[in-house]
C-alpha cells in the first residue's frame, strides 16, 4: 500500500507564497491521478487540485485557480502544489491523496502539513 509524505508548509504572511510536496513510497507508482486537498480547523475537508498522472490535465478548486498550480515528477513519485497570492482563508492541514483508477475515491491520505497565513 501506498504512502504519502507531506512537507513543505509553514507560516507565511498574506500576499507570499509556499511549495508542498507529496512522495508517494511505492515503486512504480501509476495511479490515475493524485490530488490535495486542506482542512481548516472547525471545517471539512475540501478539495484544492488533482493532476493526471498519465497526461497533463489539472482541476483546481475555484477558491485557488489562479493562485495556486499542482505538479507532479513521474519519475520521482512526487507531486507539488505551488501555493502564490496567499490568503488568510487559506489556513489549513494540506493533505495529498492517491486516487488508483479513475472510478475509485480518493485514499491513503498522508500526515498533512500545516500551512498558516497571516493576516
Known amino acids: 500500500q501506498v504512502q504519502l509524505v507531506e512537507s513543505g508548509g509553514g507560516l507565511v504572511q498574506t500576499g507570499g507564497s509556499l511549495r508542498l510536496s507529496c512522495a508517494a513510497s511505492v515503486r512504480g507508482f501509476n495511479p490515475y491521478a493524485m490530488g490535495w486537498f486542506r482542512q481548516a480547523p472547525g471545517k471539512e475537508r475540501e478539495f484544492v487540485a488533482e493532476v493526471i498522472w498519465s497526461g497533463h490535465s489539472t482541476h483546481y478548486a475555484d477558491s485557488v485557480k489562479g493562485r495556486f498550480a499542482i505538479s507532479r515528477d513521474n519519475a520521482k513519485n512526487m507531486v507539488y502544489l505551488q501555493m502564490g497570492s496567499l490568503k488568510p482563508e487559506d489556513t489549513a492541514v494540506y493533505y495529498c491523496?492517491?486516487?488508483?483508477?479513475?472510478?475509485?475515491?480518493?485514499?491513503?491520505w498522508g500526515q498533512g502539513t500545516q500551512v498558516t497565513v497571516s493576516s
Open positions: 491523496a492517491v486516487r488508483p483508477r479513475i472510478l475509485d475515491d480518493y485514499g491513503n
